[in-house]
């Protein structure tokens, strides 16, 4: 029985042909069989770039839906919406705010885009954010007497070595016992949860603290912002571009486009199926894991405490299907994202609205995008075919 | 007679177990009551949920978005019981907002042939969106759930205690399981359910119209995930919490495959669960464990089971394919 993921799929992302001959190339485009032929002028720019104009319609859309659920809450939404934007925005304590949860989320957005080229649906970005927040408070705390560019770089390559370690636990699962990488990965979050809630509250706490959170970073190793911006955003934008060149250019990325594309044809043309899925579990949970020890050295109060990952791994989600699997989509995704996020408790305090309506216009989003129904009542036939594809128990 | 022959090591097994559960109950009732009772308190919602899954399963669609069907249910079930004051209005409030999430993960996939584990994902954090949104603290439930002592069957010992002294949910979880194995083993609907979720193609060839028939099945399924959320927000704590379906959609999903799509085995799988969970909490009094390990150990449970459960058993074939006529499958 042929997988439905066989078929050669969309023109926006290009298909790749099922012999890998030269394996570093670029997939080539190839127009769909029995495709309409593409329209040219507007239209045709509009079709070619539908991958930017389903998310940009799906938000303006949510926007316009929560701005009736605003105002039934009894609070004008042009207001609401032009308190949360213009703090998010125009003042220098939002704008760093905005830049300081872009951090994490573009990092997520990743850690969530990748697994998806190889047809993995990481859920578990929370769990590996969290595993790599700890990792780098209990390294931090060890080194404590290094200089503090040192316990920078040893906190994070353990949050990053922490969270690959998380991430691939899953993969591990799903290469060699078949376990759905969505339910492991979700048990692996309430797990990370439950073990770290053990180590705050025993092994790892702070006596100085007066609720249960780790040993604050040394005061050396603390990334200062410069100005508005974080350190934090350069390394992250840096990582979107390299996973984007990873996955463009290279014979890794290439790989996983054909493992996410054909496994059997992967498989056939010598591709190890089990270490690709393991690895590429573990690029994700190392990025998401390098989120959270980015967290820890960034913002205050610089330790590890309850809610340090606050939603973050499941923004990643959203953020991912807004970029349509794109990482450098996840920039503007992420600058969205945490933008809304950045102004929620400044919304609410202003207008009374309750924080979650935040997340329910992020649900809104995610909803409206991953929706198949805007791309086909804007292109009708054209509609490309969504490139993320997540797979199933069998497979 | 013949079952016996074929099933010997389930049969062996059952024995084998409630001999072991009679044993304790006579060495300690108390105690033996009290765990059991925990363990299948633990296991209504894990079996309701995995229900939902094998109805929708069977047919061929994967259902991820268990959880959110759980959550939205539990929070339409306790505010609509809250605000009409009627314990009724909100089950049924309930099952129907699981039949509503169930409408919509069939739309999305079967008829917008939406890949269905990103629906379901998309559903688990939709559900998580309203409910945190629309949730306002300080609402009570009028009254208590009833608690019914079923005539003559709540009076056999230890079994009676644990299954027949019980809540209307609970016991609608324990019809509920014989009622769907049959339905799916032994009736026309069955039959042509399995058909549909093995080989669609085949299905369709004999007449069978798939598209429809996926669509009513995982709509209908919800129904038992919508009773899960009513027993977590009414009958097994009286109130509603961001959040409070903590997992147990997954879990179920676990228990589903873990019973291998069967609903007799899923019965036992979840019990199997809440037993565990129950020993644990038990042997918590005894040696000293961190309360974090209690409650991460269904998860990890979870894991576990998953990892020694894949190899041996069968997804029905065409699970998470969508089924388009005429281009085969």
Same mark, same amino acid.
């Given at each position: 029985?042929?997988?439905?993921? *066989?078929?050669?799929?969309? =023109? ?34 509009? /079709? ?89 408070? @209990? ?10 560019? %040192? ?5 994070? /390559? =353990? ?37 770290? *809630? ?18 604050? @970073? ?58 690709? %899925? ?36 499941? *923004? ?17 995704? @992420? ?42 009542? !804007? ?9 993320? &594809? ?6 | 007679?013949?079952? $016996? ?13 409630? /001999? ?17 009772? +925990? ?16 109805? #929708? ?10 959880? +959110? ?55 688990? !954090?939709?559900?998580? #969106? ?7 603290? +300080? ?21 009676? *205690? ?8 609970? &016991? ?34 004999? +007449? !069978? ?10 709509? %209908?399924? #919800? ?5 899960? #959320? ?22 179920? $999903?676990?228990?589903? !495959? ?72």
């Amino acid at each position: 029985m042929a997988d439905p993921r *066989d078929e050669p799929s969309g =023109a926006d992302q290009g298909v790749v042909t099922t012999q890998p001959t030269t394996e570093a190339t670029p997939p080539p485009v190839v127009p769909e069989r029995g495709a309409p032929p593409p329209p040219t002028g507007v239209l045709g720019l509009l /079709v070619r770039e539908q991958s930017i104009i389903v998310p940009l319609v799906a938000v303006v859309a949510a926007l316009l839906i929560g701005a009736l659920l605003i105002r039934a809450q009894g609070v004008n939404p042009t207001y609401a919406y032009q308190t949360l934007f213009t703090y998010s925005f125009l003042t220098a304590d939002g704008l760093q705010g905005t830049f300081e949860k872009m951090v994490p989320l573009i990092l997520c957005g990743l850690a969530v885009v990748i697994p998806l080229r190889v047809g993995l649906f990481n859920i578990g970005a929370q769990g590996q954010l969290m595993a790599g927040a700890i990792a780098a408070a @209990a390294t931090a705390h060890a080194v404590r007497e290094a200089p503090g560019v %040192i316990i920078a770089v040893v906190a994070m /390559v =353990a949050g990053i070595l922490f969270g690959a370690m998380w991430g691939s636990i899953a993969g591990a699962l799903k290469a060699t016992r078949g376990v759905h990488e969505v339910i492991s990965t979700i048990m692996l979050n309430s797990i990370a949860a439950g073990l770290i *809630d053990y180590l705050v509250n025993g092994p790892f706490k702070d006596p100085s603290s007066p609720y249960p959170a780790s040993y604050s @970073a040394p005061d050396a190793s603390r990334f200062v912002p410069l100005g508005v911006v974080p350190i934090g955003l350069p390394i992250a934008l840096v990582l979107a571009v390299l996973v984007a060149w990873m996955l463009r250019r290279t014979t890794l990325g290439f790989q996983f486009e054909t493992i996410g594309r054909n496994r059997h044809a992967a498989s056939y043309a010598g591709i190890k199926l089990s270490g690709m %899925i393991v690895l590429a579990m573990a690029i994700a949970g190392g990025l998401a894991g390098l989120a959270g020890s980015v967290e820890y050295l960034e913002i205050d109060p610089y330790r590890y405490q309850d809610g340090i990952a606050g939603s973050l791994g499941f *923004d990643g989600i959203t953020i991912a299907l807004l970029a349509r699997s794109n990482p450098l989509g996840t920039i503007p995704a @992420a600058l969205l994202v945490g933008a809304l996020r950045a102004g929620s408790s400044n919304l609410s305090f202003n207008t009374g609205l309750q924080p979650e309506i935040v997340d329910m216009l992020l649900a809104i989003t995610l909803l409206l995008v991953s929706l198949p129904i805007i791309a086909k009542l !804007i292109f009708r036939r054209h509609t490309a075919k969504s490139s993320a &594809l997540a797979s199933s128990w069998g497979s | 007679m013949e079952w $016996l022959k074929r099933n010997q090591v389930a049969a062996g097994s059952i024995v084998v177990l409630l /001999v072991g559960a009679y044993v304790f109950y006579a060495i300690n009732d108390n105690v033996a009551t009290s765990m059991f009772k +925990g363990a299948w308190f633990f296991a209504v919602p894990l079996v309701l949920g995995a229900l939902t899954g094998v109805v #929708g399963e069977r047919s061929g669609v994967v259902n991820i978005g268990i959880e +959110g069907q759980m959550l939205v249910a539990a929070f339409a079930a306790f505010f609509s019981a809250a605000a009409s004051g009627s314990l009724v209005v909100g089950i049924l409030v309930g099952m129907l907002s699981g039949i509503v999430m169930g409408a919509f993960l069939s739309l999305t996939t079967v008829k917008g042939l939406m890949d269905q584990i990103i629906a379901g994902v998309v559903i688990n !954090i939709v559900a998580t #969106g309203l409910t945190s949104f629309f949730y306002r603290p +300080g609402k009570v439930l009028s009254s208590n759930m009833p608690q019914w002592d079923i005539p003559l069957l709540s009076q056999i010992p230890l079994i009676g *205690d644990v299954f027949f002294q019980t809540g209307p949910i609970a &016991l609608f979880a324990l019809i509920s399981v014989p009622v769907v194995h049959f339905a799916l083993f032994r009736t026309r609907w069955g039959l042509r359910t399995r058909s549909i979720g093995e080989y669609p193609s085949a299905a369709d060839t004999a +007449g !069978i119209d798939v598209i429809r028939m996926r669509l009513v099945n995982v709509t %209908i399924g #919800g129904i038992f995930a919508g009773a899960a #959320g009513a027993f977590l927000s009414m009958e097994a704590t009286a109130g509603f919490e961001r959040g409070m379906t903590a997992g147990r959609g997954f879990l179920a $999903l676990a228990i589903l !495959i873990f019973g291998g799509w069967r609903p007799l085995r899923v019965f036992a799988a979840a019990l199997f669960f809440g037993f565990t969970n129950a020993l644990a909490s038990q042997l918590q009094g005894v040696i000293s464990i961190p309360q974090q390990f209690i409650t991460l150990l269904p998860y990890l449970l979870t894991l576990i089971v998953l990892a020694v459960a894949a190899g041996r058993v069968r997804a029905p074939g065409a699970v998470g394919q969508p089924f388009v006529k005429g281009e085969g499958s």
